[in-house]
């Protein structure tokens, strides 16, 4: 398993990084003013609404737009310090990720219900529902990650040093 969980944990850490940016200038426009945001970021949501037609986006019914403030407030700070402490191999990232991976995949519980139950039909359902599920399936891949990781999250190899402690 120890092959398979350091690949892993080099897709968690790609998907941390990756989600600073989507987060900071994407996903934030859902609570935060149009002014605050450069012409490109502004036109890459109109053109996620545009081809997805995203209606929780598009809407913002409070519920979301209190998860929106959740990703922003709670989820950004924790992308830096989940990238670093997989990168480094920090085993005191084990209960945060844990948490992340179950914080995420509950809020993407009513998410996806809302997309798959909803009765209107002016959104790609296929392609959202598609760009969602990532979002659920990595955050419990790394809760899974963390609950069976067994007494040490990194291992580690012959000739390899124990993992730096802060």
């Known amino acids: 398993m120890g092959s398979l969980a350091a690949k892993f944990d080099v897709v968690a850490i790609i998907f941390f990084i ?13 609570v935060f003013p149009a002014k605050w945001y450069p012409a490109w970021a502004i036109e890459a949501e109109e053109g996620y609404l545009k081809d997805y037609g995203d209606p929780l986006m598009r809407h913002m019914p409070p519920w979301f737009a209190a998860l929106c403030w959740i990703e922003i407030f709670v989820q950004l700070p924790f992308f830096f310090v989940a990238a670093y402490g997989f990168w480094t191999k920090q085993e005191w990232i084990r209960t945060p990720a844990m948490l992340y991976g179950v914080n995420v995949t509950s809020t993407m519980v009513p998410i996806l219900a809302e997309l798959i139950l909803s009765p209107a039909t002016d959104f790609n359902r296929p392609a959202l529902l598609s760009f969602y599920v990532p979002f659920m399936i990595l955050p419990l891949a790394v809760a899974v990650r963390c609950l069976t990781a067994g007494p040490r999250m ?10 730096h402690q802060l």
Not at 154 to 163: I, L, M, R
Request: no cysteine; glycine share 4%.
């Open 18 to 30: 990756i989600h600073i940016p989507i987060t900071l200038f994407l996903d934030s426009q859902a």
């Open 154 to 163: 990194f291992p580690a190899t012959h000739g390899q040093a124990h993992s």
